[in-house]
């Protein structure tokens, strides 16, 4: 590869990177930024949500068997559909569109029933070429149902600076 070659790919790589720093910037992204999202979770979500993942535990869906089998006083909220209330947070308000998740930690300390409403919230921790996230799920009683982090990238061909 031809010195020239090697200066530009290293140029544009910098670039890129610089880029990424104006586009948050230009986003009036900040450290210490929160958006949240409240959502009562229904039966109707569940049914829904399992249908579509094909995840079809019965801890899940058949409140009968959750009461005579398990510990658990009703149905259980899948991880993955709180998960996806963090990522439409992410997607749609904090960054925002061209946000995407390239590594995640998800930790489920306590259940979160069907029937039971939700805050989430997403936390903005660090800005570089990669943004970094803290997020929490918290019910109304206060249990924490969902917590961790994610680092996230702007697509460069979302948000384009003019």
């Not at 890129?16 to 109707?44: N, P, W, Y």
């Not at 991880?79 to 996806?84: D, M, Q, T, V």
């Not at 929490?136 to 996230?152: E, K, M, S």
């Given at each position: 590869?031809?010195?020239?070659?090697k200066?530009?790919?290293?140029v544009?790589c910098?670039t890129s990177?610089?880029l990424?720093?104006?586009r948050?910037?230009?986003?009036s992204l900040?450290?210490g930024?929160t958006?949240?999202?409240r959502?009562?979770?229904t039966?109707a979500?569940?049914?829904?949500f399992?249908?579509?993942?094909?995840?079809?535990?019965?801890l899940?869906v058949d409140r009968n068997y959750?009461?005579?089998?398990?510990?658990f006083?009703?149905c259980?909220?899948?991880?993955?559909y709180?998960?996806s209330?963090?990522?439409?947070?992410?997607?749609?308000?904090?960054?925002?569109?061209g946000?995407?998740?390239v590594?995640?930690e998800?930790?489920f300390p306590n259940p979160?029933?069907v029937?039971?409403?939700?805050?989430?919230?997403?936390?903005?921790?660090?800005?570089?070429?990669?943004i970094?996230?803290?997020?929490?799920c918290?019910?109304?009683?206060g249990?924490?149902?969902?917590c961790g982090n994610a680092?996230?990238?702007?697509?460069?061909?979302?948000n384009?600076?003019?």
């Amino acid at each position: 590869m031809s010195l020239l070659l090697k200066f530009l790919l290293n140029v544009r790589c910098l670039t890129s990177r610089k880029l990424l720093l104006v586009r948050a910037q230009c986003l009036s992204l900040k450290i210490g930024d929160t958006a949240t999202l409240r959502k009562k979770i229904t039966s109707a979500d569940i049914e829904k949500f399992a249908k579509l993942s094909g995840d079809t535990n019965p801890l899940h869906v058949d409140r009968n068997y959750v009461v005579a089998k398990t510990s658990f006083k009703n149905c259980l909220v899948h991880g993955a559909y709180l998960n996806s209330l963090v990522s439409s947070v992410i997607g749609t308000r904090l960054p925002g569109p061209g946000a995407v998740v390239v590594k995640e930690e998800l930790n489920f300390p306590n259940p979160c029933y069907v029937e039971e409403e939700v805050k989430v919230t997403v936390r903005l921790r660090e800005i570089r070429k990669i943004i970094t996230v803290d997020f929490t799920c918290v019910t109304d009683a206060g249990q924490v149902v969902l917590c961790g982090n994610a680092r996230l990238v702007i697509n460069p061909s979302v948000n384009k600076i003019s």
